[in-house]
């Protein structure tokens, strides 16, 4: 998550995870390579361990491919969110002066705390939340930090 732009008339942003993408790209590089070793050896169950290696490494992969970048353009007067992964993209546009403020929501589960960073818009009279960071995870230091940028260029005290 980092602020890529940021000017009286733009600001750019964008969200990627890369943590436990590269985690899982590790262990199933370590896995498959077990595996294959085993193979090598003459032990049938290399197969499962190859394939479970393979398995996280497309998981892996999938995970570092998702990303979100955020476009406010105030002399256009629009707010671009742009969802990207492996698997296709897709954009979701408003006037800028629709986006409220931008949101860290908490909670609770199993003992940890999640945060999800959500840019809240109105339409016709009702807020809506639109996710940035694709759901609930850790690092809400780093989800506070992009939240408290963009309500500073958007010009919104914060709040709660």
């Known amino acids: 998550m980092r602020v890529t732009v940021t000017t009286p008339d733009r600001f ?3 969200v990627q995870s890369w943590l436990s993408g590269m985690i899982l ?8 390579a077990l595996g294959l ?5 003459g032990e049938a169950q290399g197969a ?8 996280l490494l497309a998981l892996g992969a999938w995970l570092l491919s998702l990303r979100t970048h955020v476009v406010f353009d105030r002399p256009a007067n629009r707010a671009t969110l742009r969802f990207a992964s492996l698997f296709g993209a897709r954009e979701a546009a408003f006037p800028l002066d629709s986006v ?3 949101r860290v929501l908490r909670q609770r589960l199993s003992g940890r705390r999640q945060y999800n960073l ?3 818009v109105t339409r016709d009279g009702t807020a809506e939340a639109h996710s940035l960071s694709r759901g609930y995870g850790s690092g809400g230091w ?3 930090r992009l939240s ?7 010009g919104v005290a914060e709040g709660d």
């Open 12 to 14: 750019e942003a964008k």
């Open 25 to 32: 790209l590790v262990l199933g590089v370590l896995c498959a």
């Open 37 to 41: 070793a085993a193979l090598g050896a």
């Open 48 to 55: 499962i361990f190859s394939a479970i290696g393979l398995g």
């Open 100 to 102: 409220q403020r931008a």
């Open 118 to 120: 959500v840019l809240v």
């Open 142 to 144: 780093r989800k506070g």
């Open 148 to 154: 408290r940028a963009i309500n500073a260029w958007l």
